[in-house]
């Protein structure tokens, strides 16, 4: 008779938590409710800890793509920071040089101020922003960029090469050829970056 009580309590004791850890994927033991590999909400890499981080970041995606992105960021923010305060300090001059070219030639006094300031805006974004603005600067750089890339293969192929390059500083030495070489790395930097940080599921 007393055995009898006894396994009616062990059941009505052992039932409740066997039913709670196969529900919500948490192991019980030593009465404290322990995160499972079951759990949606916990990444393997956070079993076991005392505070585990609810989300993915996604397979694949490491340290050295994070690095990458942060490197292209750097790039293009640095990039955009020099040439669009060159462009300013030097206004007109870039305004004639816009004239000179016969595609812009009608939009150049639109173009010469509008073009350095959103440069430093993209600039600032890449260097001091965080998060999604981060992701959506580096894409409205990278476009900006492809754009300049249609623009010096237009010069190219229509044979308008011999004019004067529009563009300012170190990247004003170099010939339309290089120019295009060196965007297109740069094109795909941007890319590369982007497609890796995509990896990454979590909303920061």
Same mark, same amino acid.
């Not at 916990?42 to 993915?56: L, R, T």
């Not at 563009?167 to 890319?191: P, Q, R």
């Given at each position: 008779?007393e055995?009898?009580i006894?396994n009616? /309590?062990?059941a009505?004791f *052992?039932?409740? *938590?066997? @039913?709670?850890? /196969?529900?919500?994927?948490?192991?019980? *033991?030593?009465?404290?409710d322990?995160?499972?590999?079951?759990d949606p909400?916990?990444?393997? =890499? @956070?079993i076991?800890?005392?505070h585990?981080?609810?989300?993915?970041?996604?397979?694949g995606?490491s340290? +050295? @793509?994070?690095?990458?992105f942060?490197? =292209?960021?750097?790039?293009?923010?640095l990039?955009?920071?020099y040439?669009?305060? @060159? /462009?300013?300090?030097?206004?007109?001059? &870039?305004?004639t *040089?816009?004239?000179?070219?016969?595609?812009?030639?009608?939009i =150049?006094?639109?173009?010469?101020?509008a073009?350095?300031?959103?440069e430093?805006?993209?600039?600032?974004?890449l260097?001091? =922003?965080?998060?999604?603005?981060?992701?959506?600067?580096?894409?409205? +750089?990278?476009?900006l960029?492809?754009? &300049?890339?249609?623009?010096?293969?237009?010069?190219?192929?229509?044979g308008?090469?011999h004019s004067q390059?529009?563009?300012?500083?170190?990247?004003e030495?170099?010939?339309?050829t290089?120019?295009?070489i060196f965007?297109?790395?740069?094109v795909?930097?941007?890319i590369?970056?982007?497609?890796?940080e995509?990896?990454?599921?979590?909303?920061?």
């Amino acid at each position: 008779m007393e055995r009898k009580i006894h396994n009616r /309590k062990s059941a009505v004791f *052992q039932s409740p *938590q066997g @039913d709670i850890g /196969k529900s919500s994927g948490h192991q019980l *033991q030593g009465g404290l409710d322990v995160p499972g590999q079951n759990d949606p909400l916990c990444s393997n =890499a @956070d079993i076991g800890s005392p505070h585990p981080v609810k989300g993915n970041l996604g397979r694949g995606y490491s340290v +050295s @793509d994070r690095l990458i992105f942060n490197i =292209a960021r750097s790039v293009y923010g640095l990039i955009y920071l020099y040439s669009g305060m @060159d /462009k300013l300090l030097g206004l007109e001059e &870039f305004r004639t *040089q816009l004239k000179s070219v016969p595609i812009v030639r009608g939009i =150049a006094p639109v173009i010469a101020p509008a073009l350095p300031i959103l440069e430093l805006c993209l600039s600032s974004i890449l260097l001091f =922003a965080f998060g999604r603005y981060e992701r959506i600067g580096l894409w409205c +750089s990278v476009v900006l960029m492809g754009t &300049f890339t249609i623009y010096i293969t237009i010069m190219m192929v229509t044979g308008m090469h011999h004019s004067q390059c529009s563009c300012s500083g170190l990247i004003e030495s170099l010939n339309w050829t290089e120019h295009l070489i060196f965007n297109l790395v740069l094109v795909g930097l941007g890319i590369s970056a982007l497609a890796m940080e995509s990896k990454r599921t979590v909303k920061l």
